[in-house]
């Protein structure tokens, strides 16, 4: 092992990015397909406790992936080659659109389609709306992890 401190960075940064990109890739094309088999005030339920539970995991993979990333990109390019556009300054851009995002699914629409539930009338076309506009988001999201991923690829195959 060449340099023992940059594999840790890697090794923290990857474990981030997994539980990041992870939940952001299997929230559309695993977790919201299969709560079709629930009824809506189980599928609430659901999404209630996953965002309560999945929330503050997500929030210290972003921050260990930002903190890791800074250091990483110290140590291998210096702060100076985020002044030209290349590879690394694209994926920034990409990873800050999945910050801004994630928050805005996972906080604010996610508030409000929770708000706007149906307790036992059918469901408004507001809260139809929201759902379709949070599950838009959630590919988005899946979209730009597969971007961050092919970016980080071509990062580190030199």
């Known amino acids: 092992m060449n340099n023992p401190y940059l594999a840790i960075l890697f090794w923290f940064h990857l474990m981030g990015i997994s539980i990041w ?5 299997l929230l559309p094309l695993v977790i919201a397909p299969a709560l079709e088999a629930l ?12 965002s309560r539970k999945y929330t503050p995991w997500v929030a210290i993979a972003i921050l260990v992936v930002v903190v890791t990333g800074i250091l990483q990109t110290g140590r291998m390019f210096g702060f100076a080659y985020l002044l030209g556009v290349n590879v690394l300054v694209i994926k920034i851009i990409v990873a ?46 899946a979209g730009l992890s597969v971007i961050v991923l092919l970016l980080a690829g071509l990062l580190t195959a030199g």
């Open 21 to 25: 990109v992870g939940g952001s890739i």
């Open 39 to 50: 009824d809506p005030a189980a599928r609430g339920k659901f999404m209630e406790a996953w």
């Open 96 to 141: 800050v659109l999945m910050i801004a995002n994630g928050f805005y699914a996972g906080i604010v629409l996610s508030r409000k389609v929770m708000a706007l539930a149906p307790k036992g009338t059918p469901p408004s076309p507001e809260f139809l709306k929201a759902q379709r506009l949070l599950a838009m988001h959630s590919w988005i999201q």
